[in-house]
């Protein structure tokens, strides 16, 4: 069983920064591919990041590329996403995701274990 943690959502400016972390449990966490994934009001769960279980592999979606970061330190059992030149259409709750396969992975049902979210609002 991992339980997760997201942290680090809050409101900032079209243009700004952020970065979440989402704290796993578990000593296992070094076997799990993570991910990121977000939810706009109205609208599906999307995509967003993966990373796999050493930090070697990583793959974003392409609204995101080039403009966040997913990252990894299994010392601490986190994951992170580095988020710059926000945009108001990044306005979504951000789950992190781990998945027992340990790969990359970019659908929902690849996923076993979900954290509860953390809202970021970018205004424009």
């Known amino acids: 069983q991992v339980q997760l943690v997201e942290s680090g959502g809050g409101l900032v400016q079209a243009g700004g920064s952020l970065r979440l972390s989402c704290a796993a449990s578990?000593?296992?966490?070094?076997?799990?591919?993570m991910g990121w994934f977000r939810q706009a009001p109205g609208k599906e769960r999307e995509f967003v990041a993966t990373?796999?279980?050493?930090?070697?592999?990583?793959y974003y979606a392409d609204s995101v590329k080039g403009r966040f970061t997913i990252s990894r330190d299994n010392a601490k059992n986190t994951v992170y996403l580095q988020m710059n030149s926000l945009k108001p259409e990044d306005t979504a709750v951000y789950y992190c995701?781990?998945?027992?396969?340990?790969?990359?992975?970019?659908?929902?049902?690849?996923?076993?274990?979900w954290g509860q979210g953390t809202q970021v609002t970018v205004s424009s």
């Open positions: 990373i796999n279980w050493s930090g070697g592999r990583t």
């Open positions: 995701a781990a998945d027992r396969k340990g790969s990359i992975a970019t659908k929902l049902n690849e996923y076993d274990y």
């Open positions: 578990g000593r296992t966490f070094s076997n799990y591919g």
